[in-house]
């Protein structure tokens, strides 16, 4: 048996980034946690939504927490990219349509990012993208954009390597107290760690025995070939009063079969919840629902009427949310901490919220002079979940 100081449990973005943290930070660490199924029809999991290849980045948020998390970690690609030798990061920029697009440009301009708002016609011409039934819209510049998920975490697992940290390639299956920590059933050997970290996602509460109110959405993302055709950047339009027309794509980029892909996905109300991890395997081996997939194909065609689909996908994924909107970060007891709910906004800013999450474990603790902890903590006051639209 192995003992560490800090074991991060959960090998994606949330949990990497924490580790790289911890490890940089002087921490005895291992990350822990599977990698990607060969499989899904078969594999029994765990499963995550960051096997991709795309995710948008950007600045500009209605709530301004989410824009300081994803500002301080959009400020950290390019260090992360050299250090590690993976770059994960294009610059496409975003166009950008909400229910309140002004209000949200506003603090984007206070919080100096670069973005201005724009005419459906400039839209059009320049990319070839429809959105006349859009009262303003907004174009935010590079570095939004989007980022590869997938290359993100070896870069951090590279670095969190270099630190010192140390990579298990296996999952956790259980978790019990002792005398002097917290003792991990990792594969087939045990691991003993002084204190964990849980960035689990979808799978937090019954891996920690804690009743966590966290909603698993079950979705759909549609992944289409195009024809030739101006360049795109990613999009977020949100519909202000018909929230089931709400998309978000990223741009077309290479996926491992070869294929340049455009992904969109959305907000389908009909869809739905995961109560447990059964019901989470089942929904990624199930391949995800044809009906949405065909409705996000409509909603494609309408945003750019003068493309051709010449080949389409679909694969499954589960938004995991928290009754606050955010990340929930904190303790749930004297040796156990958790950083989970991407509430379907995380990945651009995971290296924040990864960040944050170590500082639980510094001898000073959490001391951030904007971001306080109890914004990531869920209080009894807070609203119901409500299944956040997942727009990166």
């Not at 204190?195 to 689990?200: N, Y």
């Amino acid at each position: 048996m192995s003992n560490v100081e800090v074991a991060v449990v959960g090998r994606g973005l949330i949990g990497s980034a924490a580790a790289r943290h911890l490890a940089e930070a002087g921490r005895s660490v291992a990350l822990i946690g599977p990698g990607e199924p060969a499989d899904y029809a078969t594999s029994e999991g765990p499963f995550a939504s960051h096997y991709d290849e795309g995710r948008i980045t950007r600045m500009i948020d209605p709530d301004p927490t989410w824009s300081q998390l994803a500002i301080r970690s959009i400020a950290r690609y390019a260090d992360i990219e050299e250090r590690s030798g993976v770059p994960f990061h294009t610059g496409a920029g975003l166009v950008y349509a909400s229910a309140e697009p002004r209000a949200d440009l506003a603090l984007a301009l206070e919080l100096d990012v670069d973005a201005r708002e724009v005419t459906a016609t400039e839209v059009a011409e320049r990319f070839g993208i429809a959105m006349s039934g859009a009262e303003t819209i907004i174009l935010e510049s590079a570095p939004a954009g989007h980022i590869n998920p997938r290359r993100m975490i070896v870069a951090q697992n590279r670095l969190a390597s270099a630190a010192g940290g140390v990579i298990v390639d296996a999952p956790v299956s259980a978790a019990a107290p002792t005398p002097n920590g917290v003792q991990l059933t990792v594969g087939n050997d045990t691991l003993l760690a002084d204190r964990v970290l849980m960035c689990t996602g979808a799978w937090a509460a019954e891996l920690v025995a804690v009743d966590l109110p966290l909603e698993r959405t079950l979705r759909t993302i549609l992944l289409t070939e195009l024809d030739d055709g101006p360049t795109l950047p990613s999009l977020i339009s949100r519909a202000e009063t018909d929230s089931d027309r709400d998309v978000y794509w990223v741009p077309p980029v290479r996926f491992p079969d070869g294929r340049t892909m455009l992904k969109i996905g959305g907000y389908d109300r009909s869809v739905g919840y995961a109560t447990n991890p059964a019901d989470v395997v089942a929904w990624f081996r199930s391949g995800g629902s044809p009906t949405e997939a065909d409705g996000l194909e409509d909603r494609l065609r309408a945003l750019l009427p003068d493309r051709t689909i010449r080949s389409r996908d679909m694969k499954p994924c589960v938004v995991t949310d928290t009754p606050h909107g955010l990340p929930w970060i904190d303790w749930i007891d004297d040796r156990v901490a958790v950083a989970i709910g991407g509430c379907g906004s995380a990945a651009k800013s995971a290296d924040e919220i990864g960040r944050l999450a170590g500082t639980l474990f510094a001898d000073e603790g959490w001391t951030d002079p904007v971001l306080k902890l109890a914004s990531f903590t869920p209080s009894e006051n807070d609203a119901a979940l409500t299944g956040r639209f997942p727009y990166g």
